[in-house]
T-cell receptor, first 115, second 114 residues
Framework: AQTVTQSQPEMSVQEAETVTLSCTYD???????LFWYKQPPSRQMILVIR??????QNATENRFSVNFQKAAKSFSLKISDSQLGDAAMYFC????????????FGTGTRLTIIP | KAGVTQTPRYLIKTRGQQVTLSCSPI?????VSWYQQTPGQGLQFLFE???????NKGNFPGRFSGRQFSNSRSEMNVSTLELGDSALYLC?????????????FGPGTRLLVL
C-alpha cells in the first residue's frame, strides 16, 4: 500500500521569506502523480501544485515550486516570498496514474506566517 | 464554471440515526470521490463514483454507502451513526477520464454526532 509521510506537523516563516515543507512517500509503482493541497481555515481544499512522476523537471506555479527526487521518494514544496494568505494546512498527496482517482494524503503541515 | 457544491454544510445527528450528504460536481465532471477528514485519522478515501458506478472503495464499514445519479450528482449515506463518524466529509470531482486530470474539492459537510 502507498503511504505518504509529512514529518513536520507545524512550520512558521516570516512574511516575505522562503519556507520548505517536506514530504516522503512509499510506493512500488513507477507511474504516479504527486500533489500539494492547501486547506485554509475555511476548510476548502485547494490544489497548489502537482507533479507527474515521469517528468524529471520540477513543477512550478508562481511562488510555489517543488523538489521532486524520485529515487529518494521525496517531494518537498518551496514557498517563496511568503504572504499572510499562505497560512494554512498543507497536505501532500499521491495518486496512481491509471483508472484510479483515489488520493492518499499525508497528515499535513500547519504553516504559520509571521508578520 | 461553478465549483463543487456540498449540502448541507453543517449537520448535527444523534447516535443510531442515519444521514445523507449531497455533492454536485463541476459541470461536465463525471467522477465524484468522497473523503472523511478527522483530527485522529486525517484524510481518508471513502469511495469514488464514475458514470453512476462505484469504481473504487476505501476501507470503511458497510454503514458507509454512496450512489451517483445520471447528472453526476452524488450522495453519501451513513447508517447507524456512531460518535466516531463526526468528521468533515469532503467530495471532489474530476472529468475522470485520464490520469492527467485534477480533482477539485467542495467546501465540505461538517457532521457532528451526539
Amino acid at each position: 500500500a502507498q503511504t505518504v509521510t509529512q514529518s513536520q506537523p507545524e512550520m512558521s516563516v516570516q512574511e516575505a521569506e522562503t519556507v520548505t515543507l517536506s514530504c516522503t512517500y512509499d510506493t512500488s509503482e513507477s507511474d504516479y502523480y504527486l500533489f500539494w493541497y492547501k486547506q485554509p481555515p475555511s476548510r476548502q481544499m485547494i490544489l497548489v501544485i502537482r507533479q507527474e512522476a515521469y517528468k524529471q523537471q520540477n513543477a512550478t506555479e508562481n511562488r510555489f515550486s517543488v523538489n521532486f527526487q524520485k529515487a529518494a521518494k521525496s517531494f518537498s514544496l518551496k514557498i517563496s516570498d511568503s504572504q499572510l494568505g499562505d497560512a494554512a494546512m498543507y497536505f501532500c498527496a499521491y495518486r496512481l496514474n491509471f483508472g484510479n482517482e483515489k488520493l492518499t494524503f499525508g497528515t499535513g503541515t500547519r504553516l504559520t506566517i509571521i508578520p | 464554471k461553478a465549483g463543487v457544491t456540498q449540502t448541507p454544510r453543517y449537520l448535527i445527528k444523534t447516535r443510531g440515526q442515519q444521514v445523507t450528504l449531497s455533492c454536485s460536481p463541476i459541470s461536465g465532471h463525471r467522477s465524484v470521490s468522497w473523503y472523511q477528514q478527522t483530527p485522529g485519522q486525517g484524510l481518508q478515501f471513502l469511495f469514488e463514483y464514475f458514470s453512476e458506478t462505484q469504481r473504487n472503495k476505501g476501507n470503511f464499514p458497510g454503514r458507509f454507502s454512496g450512489r451517483q445519479f445520471s447528472n453526476s450528482r452524488s450522495e453519501m449515506n451513513v447508517s447507524t451513526l456512531e460518535l466516531g463518524d463526526s468528521a468533515l466529509y469532503l467530495c471532489a470531482s474530476s472529468a475522470g477520464q485520464g490520469a492527467h486530470e485534477t480533482q477539485y474539492f467542495g467546501p465540505g459537510t461538517r457532521l457532528l454526532v451526539l
